[in-house]
Nanobody, 116 residues
Framework: VQLQASGGGLVQAGGSLRLSCVASGSTFSISAMGWYRQAPGKQREFVALLSNDGTTRYAYSLKDRFTISREKAQNIVYLQMSSLEPADTAAYYC???????????WGQGTLVTVSS
């Protein structure tokens, strides 16, 4: 499975961005798709995940501002981010879970910078 993320950029505080991630390759093996992020000097952290059965999971602190969605037929996952804050500045990584959730696939990061 290969993941290609896009949509990052520079935005002012309070603004919005939508990230996209396209999966290719053995997409039949994907059980869920989602996003993680890593701010400078910090560990990578979970953002959101959307399972094949439609179940969504969010980092508690982000659930009111971020929305994950998916075009399953096209193997695309989106992350709509609103009311962005400088603390949201990070590289955002697309993630896919393989069968039985035993394998993690990662895309390259897309950088989101929120200016104050």
């Amino acid at each position: 499975v290969q993941l290609q993320a896009s949509g990052g950029g520079l935005v002012q505080a309070g603004g919005s961005l939508r990230l996209s991630c396209v999966a290719s390759g053995s997409t039949f093996s994907i059980s869920a798709m989602g996003w993680y992020r890593q701010a400078p000097g910090k560990q990578r952290e979970f953002v959101a995940l959307l399972s094949n059965d439609g179940t969504t999971r969010y980092a508690y602190s982000l659930k009111d501002r971020f929305t994950i969605s998916r075009e399953k037929a096209q193997n695309i996952v989106y992350l709509q981010m609103s009311s962005l804050e400088p603390a949201d500045t990070a590289a955002y990584y697309c993630n896919a879970k393989g069968e039985s959730w035993e394998t993690d696939y990662w895309g390259q990061g897309t950088l989101v910078t929120v200016s104050s």
